[in-house]
């Protein structure tokens, strides 16, 4: 026979077998704390590993680009002009057929400028190897790398300054492009072509037109905020280049103008001892 009491501590005990689960408002708030603190740490890593591979791709395409040069100088037995005189066409346009583009190359009609307008579908194409996907550049044709025209600042060469680089732009039909002979300096110690950003839409940053070849002037190798006629890039700490032997390397901003202006000349006979 049960007691009240009996009972009673029967009633209870059913009561406390049954838990409430689930959050307190505090332990939620530590839990959101704890995923903050995480995605702080983790976003420069991801942002890290992401330009790390926007920059191999950069690399991969200067590399691609270093071996169309070769081959046409293999090919022709001497580079591309810079800026073809008159018509102003460019490098890149003469490598098309090296960089898996021979039907584009095909459709441009090389006796008419650059910009004609029978010229216009084909320049105004956007093409993945000429463009770093570093780069903000958005409009069409773009180019995110600039031949190296040579240099402005005074070198013991005999060559004209501004024309002492590999691509270099033709300022009269007696004008002729380099041959691999004529580099002097050595083709793993003469840049052909760099990354130059600030080249944009309103100085001819298009890879169809030759006048976005560049002359390096007083400047080193610059982060984003380059001027027209440096080596500048938007990755971090410097920029993509690949000399005339199709090397790519990485230029620290740490280097010296003077270094800089060696590496773009082909024949000044330069001492480099920083690179």
């Known amino acids: 026979m049960c007691t009240n009491e009996s009972r009673v501590n029967l009633h209870d005990g059913g009561r406390r077998g049954k838990y409430r689960t689930g959050f307190t408002l505090i332990e939620l708030i530590v839990v959101l704390a704890i995923i903050g603190v995480l995605t702080g740490l983790l976003f420069p890593a991801v942002q890290a590993v992401r330009e790390s591979a926007r920059r191999t791709t950069c690399q991969n395409n200067l590399r691609q680009i270093g071996t169309g040069l070769s081959n ?3 090919s022709f ?11 102003q066409h460019a490098w890149s346009s003469r490598i098309l057929p090296y960089l898996d583009q021979a039907n584009l190359e095909t459709s441009i009609d090389f006796r008419k400028p650059w910009d004609d307008i029978l010229n216009q579908p084909a320049a105004s194409t956007n093409l993945q190897v000429f463009a770093c996907p570093s780069s903000l550049k958005n409009y069409a044709g773009a180019t995110d790398y600039c031949g190296i025209a040579g240099t402005y600042r005074t070198t013991v060469s005999s060559l004209a300054d501004g024309r002492n680089g590999v691509l270099y732009i033709a ?6 492009p380099v041959r691999f002979s004529e580099i002097r ?19 001819f940053g298009y890879w169809a037109c030759g006048l ?9 190798v610059s982060n984003i905020d380059g001027g027209y006629n440096e080596i500048a890039s938007f990755h971090r700490g410097g920029a993509n280049v690949v000399f005339c032997d199709g090397s790519v390397q990485f230029l620290n901003s ?15 006979a330069e001492l480099i001892n920083e690179f």
């Open 254 to 268: 740490s280097l010296s103008e003077n270094v800089i202006s060696a590496l773009c000349t082909r024949a000044g």
């Open 171 to 176: 300022n009269s039909p007696s004008v002729r």
């Open 77 to 87: 037995r001497a580079l591309p002009m810079g800026s073809e005189f008159g018509t």
């Open 185 to 203: 300096d050595g083709l793993s110690s003469t840049i052909a072509v760099g990354e130059g950003v600030a080249v944009t839409e309103i100085n």
């Open 72 to 74: 046409h100088e293999s």
């Open 212 to 220: 976005h070849c560049l002359t390096h002037e007083d400047g080193g």
